[in-house]
C-alpha cells in the first residue's frame, strides 16, 4: 500500500465554526468520520481509499485543529455540523465511512435523511449498547492503554504510534477525550433514541466489525442489525476495534467492493 497521499486543507466555517478539512482523490465522493481518538494525518488505508474516491476528511468540531464549540452537547451536534458541512459542500449524498465513533455520527447523520447517503458503512461503531459487555470506558484507562485496546496486535499500535507514543501525540489524546466527556458522556458512548430511528435509512449500508473488538463488543453487531435489518455485515479475523489501521488492505477491499456494488 502506497503510504503517503497529497492532501488539500481547507477551514470551512460551519456553525459559527471553523472546521479543519482535508481532501484527496478521485472518484465518487466519500465522507471519513474519524475515531474519538482523532485520526493520524496519514494513514495506508487512506491512500488506497484515494485511489477510488474523493476522500473528505474533517476533524470533527473540538476534535484535532477545528475549533470547539462551547455549545455542543450531544453526538447528534456533530452529526447536523458534519450534514451542514456536506451541504456547504454541495455533496449532500456523499457515502459516509465511519469509524467507531465516526460510526455513530454517520448513523446519526443517516437517519437524519434516509435517503441521502450514496452507501453508508459503520466499522466498530458506538452508539447503541451492547447486549452483552460494555463499551470501554475511557475514563477508567490510561490514554494509552484505551489507544492500544483498539488494537489486537499490538505490533500495529507500534508501527503506527511508537512503542512510547510521543508527548504531542499524548496532548492530542487529552483533548479528543475531553471533548468526548462533554458529549458523549451520560449515557457513556451510546444513544437511546438511535435504535428506534434507524430502521427509515434506505442507504445500502455494510456493518463491519473486527473480530477482536475489545473496545466495542462484537456482541453490539447483533443490536445494529435489529435496527437497520437491511444492513450487511461483515467480520475481519484477527483484528481488533481499529480496522483501518490494523488491516488496512482488508477494510479498503471490503468498502471499495461494497461501495462497486451500489
Not at 36 to 41: A, F, N, P, S
Not at 221 to 235: C, D, N
Request: charged content about 20%.
Amino acid at each position: 500500500m502506497a503510504e503517503t497521499i497529497a492532501w488539500q486543507e481547507s477551514l470551512v466555517p460551519v456553525a459559527g465554526l471553523q472546521l479543519r478539512l482535508r481532501r484527496a482523490g478521485k472518484g465518487p465522493p466519500l465522507l471519513v468520520l474519524h475515531r474519538d481518538t482523532g485520526t493520524l494525518e496519514q494513514l495506508p488505508a487512506y491512500a488506497e481509499l484515494a485511489r477510488h474516491f474523493e476522500l473528505l476528511l474533517p476533524e470533527h468540531p473540538g476534535y484535532g485543529q477545528s475549533e470547539r464549540p462551547t455549545w455542543m452537547r450531544s453526538t447528534r451536534d456533530l452529526a447536523m455540523v458534519h450534514r451542514w458541512l456536506l451541504a456547504e459542500l454541495g455533496l449532500p449524498k456523499a457515502a459516509l465511512l465511519g469509524l467507531g465513533f465516526g460510526g455513530w455520527i454517520a448513523a446519526e447523520m443517516a437517519s437524519m435523511a434516509p435517503l441521502d447517503p450514496a452507501q453508508l458503512i459503520l466499522v466498530g461503531p458506538m452508539g447503541i449498547r451492547p447486549p452483552e459487555g460494555v463499551i470501554l470506558d475511557q475514563a477508567l484507562v490510561s490514554h494509552i492503554d484505551y489507544a492500544r485496546a483498539g488494537f489486537h496486535d499490538q505490533a500495529a499500535f507500534d508501527a503506527l504510534y511508537g512503542a512510547d507514543p510521543s508527548t504531542d501525540q499524548l496532548v492530542e489524546w487529552d483533548i479528543c477525550r475531553e471533548m468526548n466527556y462533554r458529549i458523549a458522556w451520560k449515557p457513556y458512548m451510546h444513544s437511546l433514541t438511535l435504535p428506534h430511528l434507524l430502521g427509515g435509512v434506505r442507504a445500502p449500508t455494510l456493518l463491519l466489525w473486527g473480530a477482536e473488538d475489545r473496545v466495542v463488543p462484537l456482541a453490539a453487531a447483533e443490536r445494529w442489525r435489529q435496527a437497520m435489518p437491511r444492513a450487511q455485515g461483515e467480520t475481519v479475523a484477527g483484528c481488533g476495534h481499529c480496522v483501518e489501521m490494523e488491516k488496512p488492505a482488508e477494510l479498503v477491499r471490503l468498502v471499495t467492493t461494497f461501495a462497486q456494488r451500489g
